[in-house]
């Protein structure tokens, strides 16, 4: 399989710290936060990285380049302008397999991909999200989840009756999916609410915490964990 990282915002939320670093790029322990991201992609066997990137892209080809020395192979969809998530994905659609991971390029996820790929095969829908029974606690809650499917994804209105968990971070489309939205800037959350409309968007829930560093809170609280699993 093979993973899309969409790490192409400017990361207001982190200034001024990233009014000049890549948020990918921020170190963490002594090293990007990137680097973390790669060594969990191929501690899950995924070793084809396509990268849609923009604010300070060129911070991250300097570092990682095509992946070789790191054992990966990486590949960038750069965009001249600001796409958004589901732009985004839609502007690297040529390097893209028949089906891929996504994950956002903030998101440190300690989740078994091959299981979760194994959910997806079973079912054979367009795609999946990885869902979290939040209850509001670590951002407010965004999906309501009924069985195998999501029914509904409201990131601008969250917290409604009944919406108790919350987008992981890590999702699976078909190529196809793609094609079902003909915005050139638009969120991923456009491509969901397609899927959601066409029953074909599946929810996997895991137990598993997420961790993201787009806010200083979050940021400080990744970097004491994974200070705390590299000790």
Not at 84 to 111: M, Q, R, V
Not at 117 to 145: C, Q, R, W
Not at 178 to 201: A, C, R, T
Request: hydrophobic share 40%; with cysteine; aromatic share 14%.
């Amino acid at each position: 399989m093979q993973i899309a990282v969409i790490c192409g915002g400017k990361a207001t939320r982190l200034y001024p710290l990233t009014k000049t670093i890549s948020k990918s790029m921020i170190p963490v322990a002594g090293k990007p936060f990137m680097e973390y991201q790669r060594e969990s992609f191929k501690k899950n066997n995924i070793f084809d990285i396509v990268l849609c990137a923009w604010f300070l892209s060129e911070q991250i080809e300097e570092y990682f380049g095509n992946g070789e020395k790191f054992g990966v192979k990486i590949r960038y969809s750069r965009e001249e302008e600001k796409l958004d998530t589901g732009g985004a994905l839609k502007n690297a659609y040529n390097l893209l397999d028949d089906e891929f991971f996504i994950i956002y390029g903030d998101s440190y996820l300690a989740i078994d991909y091959q299981e979760v790929h194994k959910h997806f095969k079973k079912f054979n829908k367009l795609g999946l999200m990885t869902v979290y029974e939040n209850k509001g606690d670590l951002e407010p809650s965004n999906v309501i989840a009924q069985g195998d499917f999501v029914k509904k994804f409201d990131k601008e209105n969250p917290n409604q009756p009944n919406m108790v968990h919350i987008e992981f971070g890590f999702n699976i489309f078909k190529k196809e999916v793609l094609n079902l939205v003909d915005d050139k800037v638009f969120p991923i959350g456009d491509y969901f609410n397609k899927l959601i409309d066409k029953q074909e968007l599946l929810a996997f829930e895991t137990k598993q915490r997420f961790y993201e560093i787009g806010r200083p809170a979050s940021l400080a609280e990744f970097e004491e964990f994974i200070t705390g699993v590299y000790r």
